[in-house]
């Protein structure tokens, strides 16, 4: 490497070389002189310089010089596939009933059993609803009389006792969707999985896959997945993906460089308000060494409105896409805009029909004067087909939400459709800062060339050691359906 570094160092100039000099090896910097020529300064660094310590200062000082010698490969989104077990598990419909099968794992296929919801659907939303609740912020007052009961009839809410409640609640729903998820076939071929994954020091890829209309189950959490006095999620041995079968080819997760990423800061001013840099600093930060070496050219949309995502997406062939801003699940009423959950038959404001439809997921960009425009999930994916856009994270709460008739109803799943093959998004609301953490581990895991698996994994592990809010880690959900 000598011969190698000594031809770097000659094409850097005089000037870059004296700072090289100054921040990296100071001794050589003491004894430079106004008659000390350019090659014997080569020699001295190169002599007693630390080679690691250079080349870091190359990169740095002179970005170009470095990039143009050192040719860099685009990292590979999937580049964590290589070190794991796949363990496929799909949970399908037939004859009106559900059945999980294992379709891939160490031991082979299984054969379909009775799939067992983990909850009564009349149970779950005020289940949900504990789980969206701010740890350690819970009082009686957050639950109506109905939805208490509910709670304590499922074992999950002692009378009175809400500080029970947020302390066992996760591990309590983690436990049922182990149940539920793995029944005996297909959790002793899991553990096997798990078991050989272990010995061999790799980790299991859980691929969690639905059919379309399976809107219901998977609208659980299943990242919560409890068994052995453990979050399998936290373990570092098991990382979840969802995936969702349908007929239409996978689209490739490769990208060149360099890596084109739009930030689109959706902060519109009649909704609550949002820090205008936080998230877009975090990201920065962790793509900051790429940035500087331009393999990475980030850009921030001239205007969040949708008519200005269509524009980019036609003219500029970007291949990361990063929401930062507000989304729902459920309805906006044609009549009046009021927002309605997705149970709604009419609207809570003017009485206008709106369940008539099935509901979707939205996204608040703004309009022009600067209010919410909120996007159905339906026109997102529209907005997004035959973009060849490879990652769109979405930073906004519910962005991952289900219901209704079809999984793509949600906004991060409706990109799957149109042949976005990876999507980030979230299943609940998630706090700013949490989400700035999360981001900022995400992206610099990515620029790392660790993949996207691992980058969720990172960033999760990042969360669950936050004593302040600490089950957040679950929120994130990564949806991937890509050809190898």
């Known amino acids: ?26 001794a050589v910097y003491a004894k430079l002189t106004k ?82 919801p983990p909850f009564k659907p009349e149970s779950w939303p005020a289940i949900a609803k504990a789980l969206k609740t701010k740890f350690g912020m819970v009082a009686e007052t957050s639950f109506n009389q109905a939805e208490q009961q ?24 983690g436990e049922r969707l182990y149940e539920s998820l793995l029944p005996p076939l297909a959790r002793e071929s899991f553990k096997v999985t798990l078991t050989t994954a272990q010995r061999e020091d790799k980790a299991v890829t859980f691929r969690l896959i639905f059919d379309q209309a399976a809107t219901v189950e998977s609208a659980y959490p299943w990242e919560l997945l409890f068994a052995e006095g453990q979050f399998l999620l936290s373990t570092g041995y098991v990382n979840l993906t969802r995936y969702i079968a349908f007929n239409q080819p996978a689209t ?28 877009r600093n975090a990201i920065v930060k962790g793509l900051r060494e790429q940035i500087d070496t331009q393999q990475v050219k980030f850009e921030v949309i001239s205007a969040p409105t949708r008519q200005e995502l269509v524009n980019c997406l036609q003219i500029g062939q970007y291949d990361y896409v990063h929401f930062d801003g507000h989304g729902m699940f459920g309805y906006i009423c044609h009549s009046c805009g009021q927002k309605c959950l997705p149970t709604s038959i009419e609207c809570s404001n003017c009485g206008y029909p709106v369940g008539d439809e099935s509901p979707q997921g939205y996204l608040a960009f703004e ?12 026109t997102l994916r529209a907005t997004f087909a035959r973009s060849k856009v490879k990652l769109v994270v979405l930073s906004a709460c519910s962005s991952s939400s289900v219901g209704g008739e079809t999984l793509f109803g949600g906004a991060g799943p409706s990109l799957i459709q ?61 949806y991937l359906r890509y050809k190898n």
């Open 1 to 26: 490497m000598t011969n190698e570094l000594y031809t770097l160092l000659s094409k850097l100039s005089s000037p870059d070389l004296i700072f090289l000099a100054y921040d990296y090896v100071p």
């Open 418 to 478: 149109v042949g976005v093959p990876a999507v980030v998004s979230m299943q609940f609301p998630i706090p700013v800062t949490e989400a700035v953490d999360y981001f900022r581990q995400f992206y610099q895991t990515l620029a790392d060339g660790q993949g996207l698996i691992e980058a969720v994994r990172r960033g999760r592990q990042l969360l669950q050691n936050d004593q302040a809010n600490p089950q957040t880690w679950f929120i994130p959900t990564l």
């Open 367 to 378: 309009n022009p004067s600067g209010s919410s425009d909120f996007v159905r999930a339906d």
């Open 150 to 173: 509910t709670l304590i009839a499922e074992k999950m809410l002692k009378m009175g006792k809400f500080n029970y409640l947020l302390h066992t609640l996760y591990r309590q729903v």
């Open 252 to 279: 490739s997760l490769e990208v060149d460089l360099p890596i084109k990423v739009l930030f689109i800061p959706a902060h519109p001013s009649d909704l609550p308000k949002l820090s205008a840099e936080a998230e």
């Open 35 to 116: 008659q000390t020529v350019k090659e014997e300064l080569i020699k001295r660094l190169v002599q007693y310089g630390d080679e690691k310590q250079l080349l870091t200062g190359i990169k740095k000082i002179a970005p170009d010089v470095y990039a143009k010698h050192f040719p860099q490969i685009a990292p590979r989104l999937d580049a964590d596939a290589t070190n794991t077990l796949l363990f496929k598990l799909q949970i399908q419909q037939f004859n009106g009933n559900s059945y999980v099968q294992v379709l891939e794992s160490v031991t082979g296929e299984t054969k379909p059993e009775p799939f067992a």
